[in-house]
Each structure stands twice: as structure tokens, then as C-alpha cells.
T-cell receptor
């Protein structure tokens, strides 16, 4: 089962519109971390935000805002007044802590991504 | 710090050849991840290491793929023999947990592999 779901494969908006990118995750851990990354056409992966499972406060950074709701296992990302430079693929990611008899680790799993196109 | 360094940036090879991708993580980071990105499958986690020890390699597609981390500053991902369907961008990432808190994964620029 996919741990991180981003149901929107592609979204197109016109510049200055607001757009929300959805992310739904699945985990049995009580302690976990969520992230958003941006991948512009140049290909690099750019970190945007991280959130731990104990912090449900929403966050705003300029035109970006994030809404974390544990009750619905969602961590949605909103861009206000979108700009052409926001055109990119956006990934949501989940990091879980696990302990087995032989191992301890923290994975880092990405959703399939949402391709956002902002048209002038 | 120079960030995560991957080499080569581009690799073109013929089917059947051995390919080795290299990664130098950020100094002091104790986790290293290898990902493969394709249009069809997105960003797949192949394997990750903690303190040079492989923790989870369940994402490695086949026995043709192998990864090593001989020391804290170097890792390789090898494909032998390579096949056209291995063509993808391969990313390496590293992270750490200062004071028990969590950080993001820092990514290299990726290696674009083309197998013809």
C-alpha cells in the first residue's frame, strides 16, 4: 500500500490564482515527520517544509501555507497568488521511525508528486 | 559544506555494461538514501544506510542492483548488467538527527543514466 498519496497528478492554474496540493499519508507510528519538496524543471529537489506528528500548527511562509490534520492524515500545501515560477513538481514525503529486533531506522518515502503548471 | 555530491552527472552506457554511480554525503550525516526517479514510477526509495549499515534494501529492483557504503563519506550504487529499463535519474540524499530532532533529506543533483 502506498504510504503517501497525492491524488492530483497535474494541476493547471492561471497566474495569481490560489492552488492547494493535497497529500494524504498512512502510518501506524505515533512519531513521524512530513515534508514537502519542490522539483523545478531544472531537476533538483528543493526542501520546502517539515512537520513532526506532534505539531499540528499550520504554518505560513510568504505565499506558502501548510495545513496538517492528523484526524484525516493529511498535510496539504497551498500557494497563494501563484506565479509562473511556482511551476514545478511538488512532492510530499513521510519519514517513519521503526525498530525491529535487528534494526533501527528512519525511512523517507515520497508520494508520486503533483505537477503544477502556472500559466501567465 | 558543498552539499551531497554525486558523480557522474550524466552516464550513457550500452546494455550489458556495468554502471557505478557514486555519492558523497554531507559530512556528519549518518543516513544515506538512494532513489530512482522515472516518469512511470516517480521517486522510488531503493536502499538506505544508517552509519554505513544497510537498513532497508527492499526497494532494490533486482539482484543486478547493489549498493555499498564502505565509509561515512562514500557510497556506490552499481548495476550489473545494465538494461535499457534502468534508464532514470538516480538521486542520493543524506540526513542527520541533531539533538534527537528530525531534519530534511539533502539531495544531490542526481545522475541521469541512459542505457542504450
Amino acid at each position: 500500500a502506498q504510504k503517501v498519496t497525492q491524488a492530483q497528478t497535474e494541476i493547471s492554474v492561471v497566474e495569481k490564482e490560489d492552488v492547494t496540493l493535497d497529500c494524504v499519508y498512512e502510518t501506524r507510528d505515533t512519531t513521524y515527520y512530513l515534508f514537502w519538496y519542490k522539483q523545478p524543471p531544472s531537476g533538483e529537489l528543493v526542501f520546502l517544509i517539515r512537520r513532526n506528528s506532534f505539531d499540528e500548527q499550520n504554518e505560513i511562509s510568504g505565499r506558502y501555507s501548510w495545513n496538517f490534520q492528523k484526524s484525516t492524515s493529511s498535510f496539504n500545501f497551498t500557494i497563494t497568488a501563484s506565479q509562473v515560477v511556482d511551476s514545478a513538481v511538488y512532492f510530499c514525503a513521510l519519514s517513519e521511525i521503526f525498530t525491529t529486533r535487528d534494526n533501527y531506522g528512519q525511512n523517507f518515502v515520497f508520494g508520486p508528486g503533483t505537477r503544477l503548471s502556472v500559466l501567465p | 559544506d558543498a552539499g551531497v555530491i554525486q558523480s557522474p552527472r550524466h552516464e550513457v552506457t550500452e546494455m550489458g555494461q556495468e554502471v557505478t554511480l557514486r555519492c558523497k554525503p554531507i559530512s556528519g550525516h549518518d543516513y544515506l538514501f538512494w532513489y530512482r526517479q522515472t516518469m512511470m514510477r516517480g521517486l522510488e526509495l531503493l536502499i538506505y544506510f544508517n552509519n554505513n549499515v544497510p537498513i532497508d534494501d527492499s526497494g532494490m529492483p533486482e539482484d543486478r542492483f547493489s549498493a555499498k557504503m564502505p565509509n561515512a563519506s562514500f557510497s556506490t550504487l552499481k548495476i550489473q548488467p545494465s538494461e535499457p529499463r534502468d534508464s532514470a535519474v538516480y538521486f542520493c540524499a543524506s540526513r542527520t538527527f541533531p539533538d534527537g530532532s528530525n531534519t530534511e533529506a539533502f539531495f544531490g543533483q542526481g545522475t541521469r543514466l541512459t542505457v542504450v
